[in-house]
Structure formats: C-alpha cells, structure tokens
C-alpha cells in the first residue's frame, strides 16, 4: 500500500491526540483484564448505536497492512457491518475481507465467528452498556465500589431468580462473566452460545463502548468463566437441527422465514462459516447442488 | 540546517504510521508477556536514552502525561525533546507520573513510589519504561498469567539482583501496580501487573 497518497493525520479519521489516548487505555485494559477503563470517547461520523467505541478502538490499533473484517450478528453483509466496513476503506485504504481467516483484526456485533480465532488476531467488539452491574445499580459510583470490593453477590441474586422464576437461567444474551478470577465483565450482547469461545482464546478480545466511554480487554490465554451454580451449571444454547443450508452442528443458527404460510428454516448466524462450508461440498437439508440461496 | 530540521530532528518522520507500528508492536507484547517485539525505533532521542525507549515515549505521551524521569534523565536534553515533540510535561512526583522512564544501568527505584491507582480506578497507575541491556541472556524467568498459554521463559539482562521481589510485591497489589515495559535496541518486551515471575536457576 502506498502510504504517501493519505492525508497523513487523518489516517483512519481519529486525529493522533485521540489515539494516544485510547492506545493508553487499550494498554491499562490488557492489564488489567475485565475491568473498565474510562476514556474520552469522541464524536465518530455515525449514530451512537452503531458501534462508536468499537470503531475508535479500530482506528486505534488500525495500520496499513491489516486486514479487516467487520460483521453484525455474523453476517458481513448487514447494513451495519458493510457501513463500517466502507468506513475504513475510505479513511484507512485497509484491506478487507469477509474470512475469518484472512482478518488480522475482526470488529463484532454480537457474535464471536465459529472458526476458531489465532494467534495473531484481534477481535473489536462493538459494546452498548459496558457495566454488568448497571441494571442492579444505576450509580457509576456504587457499582465502581462494586468491582473494587468484588460485591458480586447481588449479581448471583439476579441470576438465582431467573431460577426461581424459570427453572433455569434465562439470561441468554450479555451474560455475564468473570475474567480471571476478579472482575465481572459484560461479553456486550452476543449469545451466551458464544461464551466459551472467550475463555482462553488465542486473540486478544477488545471491547469499546463510546456512548459510556469505557475500553475493556481479555488478553489471549485468559480465563473467561460464565457465572452459575453448582446445582444450576452454566450451559449454551443448544439446536434441535443442524444448519439448514450446509448441515453445520455445534455452531449458533439464525431462524430465517422463507414465505408467508409459515415455512423457515435455521441457518448458520456466521455467514463466512456457512459460505465456507457449502464451497467445500457441505450440504444441508435445504440446501440444492450448485444453488445455495441465503 | 533550516529551523524546521532542527524542529524535527530525532522525532518520527512519518508520526501516524510509525507511531502506528510501535504501538502494535507494544500492544501484542503486553497481551503476551514473554514475546520479545522487534521494529526500528525510527525515532532518535537526546542520549543518554535508547532509541526505542524514545519511540515508546513519543507514541505514548503528550500533554496529558506527566512524565517521571531519572536523575540521569532529568538532567539530559530529553525534558526539552519530550516537550517539543511530545508536549509531555515532567515531573518530579512519581505519584502523579502516567509515565517514567529509566535508561539503561541507571537505578531501578522501588516500584511502590510509582501511582499505584486506586481501587476504583486501578488503570491511574505509572507505566514504567525500563531500558535493559538485552532481552536474552540474563538470568532466566518463568512467567505465568493471562495472555500466556502456559508458561513463557525470559532472561532479560540489566534488570535488579532483586527484581523478582520487587515485581511479586508489585503483583499483590492487584488490581494495583505498575506495569512495565523493557526496551533494548530494537527491542522490546512486557510485563503486565498480572504476570506471575518465578526466578529459574541460570
Ligand atoms: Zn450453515
């Protein structure tokens, strides 16, 4: 790439005051995993909602010889996902993929792909309410003193009574988890199916947050355990079938509704895995050789 | 030599992508305590500190940074190059430094005189640059704790007799305490305050 050709300060929009910045809180959160670390989050040219902290965290980190790949509930086609996406090509001229694989740096909203992440990698992912505590305690102050003394208790409460309430834990979404033994941390709003895939990862996880102006990390090799019981252990959701379209197992299923009498059928959420494995001659149940149609 | 030489003499000559590259270097390194980072420095600060040790500091700080630094450090051009290229102000209170910087054989001082952060605020800690002789070669560690798989064996040259003490006391203070960044030539190494050091027989 020839680097010469950008407006040298605005290489990946953020100016490098706001950089410096945010590269100084990425560095405290890798070192102290789990916890949040506040920082200056700055006005992005997009909705808030729309991944803000997750950008920063990107055009942070972001050279010229990454490759980037930007997905939305698993799919790189989402309006989201493609926005971001055409975001860095304008102001990085990043290369950008759709393979898991081929990313050096993969920004997520609300799922963690299927293949399994290297060394190597890096994972943005896009955070709406940073503080896993929030809904039990509305006060920034309180629930600081909460991580500081780890009063996690009130936490095992909200999720006893989901018990109580539903024989099991209902929470599936942002559920929350404890980062090497300390700090309570919310894994933002993918599916509890994806939680495993946290713990001892081989790529550093970053999380942003730019409307409550928090960074957050778990570095490789890092304990990522979900919270439960001993007589209620933590589980993932579970498919009755596999992917409809490339027979997949093991891997979380979107319900599609294919026409107006009822008819659907449950297909991979990651659309790189789903692509990847219809090329190499897996077939689903719904699947037509030669014709797969999402 | 016109002015505008002199200005940017020793600084980055292209700040956004070298700046750019140092820090992936240091942010992988942090995420991985035990991988020795290696990248020119690109950068040449006023001696006696190393090349590398400037780069970090240029990447890293501005005015928003209070910067501690040595005796030997003080004394150097370096206030002035950091305020020039940096806009990084310097201080003599190691309790309000974001940053210290130590150059090579100087004196390592006790880690607990450095911002420890708070409790509620863990993150407002010093980050301590340590320029040693050499990555390799010196008294071999074992470090333990995220970012490593298992285990990762170091032996950086330079550090103190006692710096496996220090560095465990440093560890107890979790989620308190410094972390440390080590610099030599083209360089470049990290130990977070989670890194667990067991000191091995040389
Ligand atoms: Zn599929």
């Given at each position: 790439m020839n680097t010469a050709n950008l407006a040298t300060y605005n290489f990946a929009y953020l100016d490098e005051q706001t950089k410096r910045m945010i590269r100084r809180a990425i560095l405290k959160a890798i070192a102290i995993p789990g916890y949040q670390v506040p920082f200056a989050s700055r006005e992005m040219p997009m909705p808030y909602g729309w991944g803000t902290g997750g950008v920063q965290v990107t055009a942070a980190i972001l050279g010229p010889d990454d490759v980037l790949k930007v997905i939305d509930q698993g799919a790189d086609d989402t309006t989201n996902a493609v926005s971001i996406r055409a975001f860095f090509q304008k102001v990085a001229s990043v290369a950008v993929t759709t393979r898991t694989g081929e990313a050096t740096i993969i920004q997520t909203r609300h799922r963690i792909p299927e293949e399994k992440l290297k060394p190597g990698q890096t994972l943005v992912y896009q955070v709406p309410?940073?503080?896993?505590?929030r809904f039990l305690e509305p006060r920034e102050t309180e629930t600081r003193k909460m991580h500081a003394l780890e009063e996690y208790g009130l936490m095992h409460v909200k999720l006893y009574e989901d018990i109580a309430r539903n024989g099991h834990i209902a929470t599936t979404y942002a559920y929350p988890v404890k980062v090497e033994g300390r700090y309570v941390m919310d894994p933002s709003p993918t599916p509890k199916f994806d939680n495993p895939k946290m713990h001892r990862s081989e790529a550093l996880q970053l999380f942003g947050a730019g409307r409550e102006k928090r960074i957050y990390a778990v570095p490789p090799h890092t304990e990522v355990v979900s919270l439960d019981f001993e007589d209620h252990p933590f589980e993932i959701q579970s498919f009755e079938?596999?992917?409809?379209?490339?027979?997949?197992?093991?891997v979380y299923l979107d319900e599609v509704v294919?026409?107006?009498?009822g008819g659907r059928m449950f297909v991979c959420s990651d659309t790189d895995h789903c692509e990847q494995r219809c090329a190499s001659g897996h077939r689903g149940s719904l699947a037509y050789d030669g014709e797969i149609v999402r | 030599m016109t002015i505008d030489t002199l200005v940017f003499t020793g600084g980055f000559r292209e700040p956004v992508f070298q700046s750019q590259s140092v820090f992936r270097t240091l942010m992988d390194c942090m995420a991985r305590p035990g991988t020795i980072g290696r990248i020119a420095p690109a950068v040449l600060p006023p001696p006696p500190l190393g090349a590398m040790a400037g780069a970090v500091a240029l990447m890293l700080c501005d005015q928003d940074t209070p910067v501690w630094l040595t005796p030997g450090l003080a004394g150097s051009a370096l206030p002035a190059w950091l305020a020039f290229h940096a806009g990084a102000p310097v201080t003599d209170d190691r309790q309000t430094a974001r940053f210290a910087f130590i150059e090579k054989a100087a004196l390592l001082p006790?880690?607990?005189?450095f911002a420890q952060g708070?409790?509620?605020?863990?993150?407002?800690s010093t980050t301590i640059v340590v320029e040693i002789e050499?990555?390799?070669?010196?008294r071999p560690f074992r470090l333990t704790g995220p970012g490593i798989r298992d285990e990762a064996i170091v032996a950086p040259r330079g550090l103190p007799d006692l710096f496996a003490q220090m560095w465990s006391e440093n560890r107890r203070a979790f989620p308190c305490g410094v972390d440390l960044v080590l610099t030599a030539g083209e360089e470049i190494a990290c130990l977070p305050r989670t890194t667990v050091v067991h000191p091995l027989e040389a």
């Open positions: 309410i940073p503080e896993p505590l079938n596999p992917c409809a379209l490339c027979g997949a197992e093991n294919l026409d107006d009498k | 006790s880690l607990s005189l708070t409790q509620d605020y863990p993150d407002r050499a990555v390799e070669g010196g």
